[in-house]
């Protein structure tokens, strides 16, 4: 059974940080890019982070933005989003997403193959 169950969320201070788990299991895992979506209520889903298999490649939705770090451990089929000084638009459930492919260079949430079922995230003011 393919699985991705993500872990990390909870409630935090504007300025805070969490960082999140992702756990994979039940598919090839180095074969995969692994993304970070999030999903705030009332709007869609948005990449947030990605990371490839081989090299590590990394693509942001705001490379400037320098608050979120995405990165992975083949060898534990464990992904990681380490978030720092979060502000309360950060709040959203927070996806893992697994996409076969060697890199992505733009999230698109249609294009994955398989989904975990999210973790909240709140930032207060």
């Known amino acids: 059974e393919v699985q991705l169950v993500e872990s990390g969320g909870g409630s935090v201070q504007a300025g805070g940080s969490l960082t999140l788990s992702c756990a994979a299991s039940?598919?090839?895992?180095?074969?995969?890019?692994i993304l970070w979506f999030r999903q705030a209520p009332g709007k869609e889903r948005k990449g947030v982070a990605c990371i490839g298999s081989e090299h590590g490649t990394t693509t942001y939705d705001d490379p400037r933005q320098g608050r979120f770090t995405i990165f992975r451990d083949n060898a534990k089929n464990m992904v990681y989003l380490q978030m720092n000084d979060l502000r309360p638009e950060d709040s959203a459930v927070y996806y893992c997403?697994?996409?076969?492919?060697?890199?992505?260079?733009?999230?698109?949430?249609?294009?994955?193959?398989?989904w975990g079922k999210g973790t909240l995230v709140t930032v207060s003011s």
């Open positions: 997403a697994a996409e076969k492919a060697l890199v992505v260079a733009t999230m698109i949430a249609s294009a994955v193959d398989y």
């Open positions: 039940g598919f090839t895992f180095e074969d995969y890019v």
